[in-house]
């Protein structure tokens, strides 16, 4: 038998799931969109990479990280559960090892983290605006009707990108349309608008951070040759995008739980068929104090597994 670790990264836009080999070798990896459903996006993802593994795999250790982690963690019964932080981090060391910043971009939120001598010593996240994200980006090819696919193709024929304000996504779009009716041609608009989005990159989420190289750019966004192009521009430095620049979160997740487990471990992953059970989640307010805290419940099988919310603690538990 083969033992294999799984990572699962559960975001707002996007559910990813990485199998591991103990070389810490990709076996299968999967990006499938969450669409507000986290559980369902869990199950989904979980049939379908293991309709990708071959038989001799076993699971012998399983992490979760993403805003949806603990949700995760408490479905598949995983052994570790991780800020994605610190699981896009470890993921972005296997690859390039002397890493010293991660540009991070996602579907609805965007972050920069920073590492010396291999260790996390800053980062910065941007959740409240979504100029400069995945989704900003993909309503935007969708507005000029062109395929996201092909965005950053276009912006690299870009002769005079044109100047648009990218601070905020109201202003961005009016500055767009702004920039058409005047006659600007379209691979010169998403070229400024790829400029424009690493422009609010740098000056809001890594505002005050020290840009040194390796860079590693990772996460949905970097797919895009136009985003990857304006950001090596910007910082006059070369941009590398690792292989599995999309799961990388999934990746980390993955690579913590094997070495959590290596440890004389057993792992607490519940296998494959959770994939096959129903779980519910519900919520409700604790009055024990003026912090009124939201305490989340998940049942599986209309039983309790996991509960957590509470400030204090006094409602938490996870895999009970």
């Known amino acids: 038998?083969?033992?294999?670790?799984?990572?699962?990264?559960?975001?707002?836009?996007?559910?990813?799931?990485?199998?591991?080999?103990?070389?810490?070798?990709?076996?299968?990896?999967?990006?499938?969109?969450?669409?507000?459903?986290?559980?369902?996006?869990?199950?989904?993802?979980?049939?379908?990479?293991?309709?990708?593994?071959?038989?001799?795999?076993?699971?012998?250790?399983?992490?979760?990280?993403?805003?949806?982690?603990?949700?995760?963690?408490?479905?598949?019964?995983?052994?570790?559960?991780?800020?994605?932080?610190?699981?896009?981090?470890?993921?972005?060391?296997?690859?390039?090892?002397?890493?010293?910043?991660?540009?991070?971009?996602?579907?609805?939120?965007?972050?920069?983290?920073?590492?010396?001598?291999?260790?996390?010593?800053?980062?910065?996240?941007?959740?409240?605006?979504?100029?400069?994200?995945?989704?900003?980006?993909?309503?935007?090819?969708?507005?000029?009707?062109?395929?996201?696919?092909?965005?950053?193709?276009?912006?690299?024929?870009?002769?005079?990108?044109?100047?648009?304000?990218?601070?905020?996504?109201?202003?961005?779009?009016?500055?767009?349309?702004?920039?058409q009716q005047m006659g600007h041609n379209i691979e010169d608009i998403i070229g400024g608008l790829c400029e424009a989005l690493v422009r609010n990159y740098l000056n809001n989420v890594a505002k005050g951070k020290e840009i040194l190289t390796p860079i590693v750019f990772q996460g949905g966004v970097a797919a895009n040759a136009g985003i990857r192009a304006a950001f090596s521009k910007a910082l006059q430095q070369e941009i590398i995008v690792p292989r599995h620049f999309a799961v990388m979160g999934a990746l980390g997740a993955a690579l913590l739980a094997r070495d959590y487990v290596n440890n004389n471990r057993e792992t607490k992953f519940k296998g494959f068929e959770v994939a096959e059970e129903e779980f519910r989640a519900h919520s409700f307010t604790c009055q024990g104090c003026s912090n009124l805290c939201e305490i989340v419940n998940i049942e599986e099988e209309g039983r309790i597994i996991a509960r957590w919310g509470s400030r204090c603690g006094k409602w938490d538990t996870l895999g009970e």
């Open 1 to 179: 038998m083969q033992p294999c670790y799984l990572g699962i990264d559960v975001g707002s836009v996007s559910t990813n799931v990485v199998v591991i080999t103990a070389a810490g070798e990709v076996l299968s990896s999967l990006y499938i969109r969450t669409h507000g459903q986290p559980i369902q996006a869990v199950k989904e993802g979980l049939s379908r990479v293991k309709a990708t593994l071959p038989e001799d795999v076993i699971i012998a250790g399983a992490g979760t990280t993403g805003s949806g982690r603990y949700l995760a963690g408490a479905i598949i019964g995983a052994d570790i559960v991780k800020n994605e932080i610190t699981a896009h981090a470890v993921a972005a060391r296997l690859e390039v090892p002397e890493v010293q910043t991660i540009l991070e971009i996602g579907g609805q939120d965007s972050k920069i983290i920073i590492l010396r001598q291999g260790v996390v010593i800053d980062f910065a996240m941007n959740t409240v605006c979504a100029a400069g994200t995945g989704s900003f980006l993909d309503q935007q090819a969708a507005r000029l009707g062109v395929p996201i696919e092909n965005f950053g193709e276009l912006a690299l024929k870009a002769r005079h990108p044109v100047r648009i304000a990218g601070r905020c996504t109201v202003f961005a779009e009016s500055d767009m349309i702004h920039k």
